[in-house]
């Protein structure tokens, strides 16, 4: 409860929102054939928190070949995806507890750093009358976590003691390079990471208001 600043990634932790986005890249990739729609799924399951950005670029480079991929192609795929996207979004499930967890941490300043796309993010949050508990902003691609850290830092847009709350690999790792400490929720995780190196394990945002 001594965090001043609280750093939330949002898809299956925030949202219920990993089955549909795990669907998504399906649907998009799926013109190309199935197999290859699948290598990218696998892709994304392995790498979650990692921008749609660079997902798709490694999807038109590693899986299908090209040596460099035409932007043309890379927006269309980046177009389906987000229509797929969207309502899902915006009728996916909020983690229980959340609005408990903000009263119990008043005074302390909530972030969202995401993978998803800012503009989407935003825009979604405001729809679902979120973004009133995240005073200290949205943010997601296409930069990168590591460098939006970075920048909210140098900013002094995070105050310490700050905490990340995440479930997939690259979120801890981005955490503990930004030298937040780390709270893993599991519920709605795809990662098979063992996260040992976590301050904290737990099954939900509604299981860390009844541990503080």
């Not at 302390?108 to 825009?123: F, H, N, P, T």
Request: charged letters at 25%.
């Amino acid at each position: 409860m001594n965090y001043r600043t609280w750093i939330f990634d949002c898809d299956g932790v925030v949202l219920d929102s990993n089955r549909i986005k795990t669907d998504a890249f399906f649907r998009a990739a799926e013109p190309y054939g199935t197999q290859y729609a699948q290598q990218l799924v696998n892709y994304h399951v392995n790498n979650g928190g990692v921008s749609r950005y660079i997902k798709f670029q490694r999807f038109l480079t590693d899986i299908l070949g090209r040596e460099a991929p035409a932007e043309e192609e890379l927006n269309h795929l980046l177009a389906d995806y987000a229509g797929y996207v969207e309502q899902g979004l915006l009728s996916c499930q909020v983690a229980p507890g959340i609005e408990r967890l903000r009263q119990m941490t008043e005074g302390a300043q909530w972030l969202i750093v995401s993978g998803g796309d800012q503009k989407e993010l935003r825009s979604v949050f405001r729809k679902r009358g979120l973004d009133s508990l995240f005073d200290g902003g949205i943010y997601g691609s296409p930069a990168n976590k590591d460098e939006i850290l970075v920048r909210l830092k140098a900013e002094g847009v995070i105050r310490h003691p700050a905490v990340f709350v995440g479930d997939s690999q690259y979120d801890i790792e981005a955490a503990k390079r930004a030298g937040l400490d780390f709270i893993f929720v599991s519920a709605w995780s795809e990662s098979s990471f063992d996260f040992n190196d976590a301050d904290l394990k737990l099954g939900s945002i509604a299981d860390i208001a009844d541990q503080f």
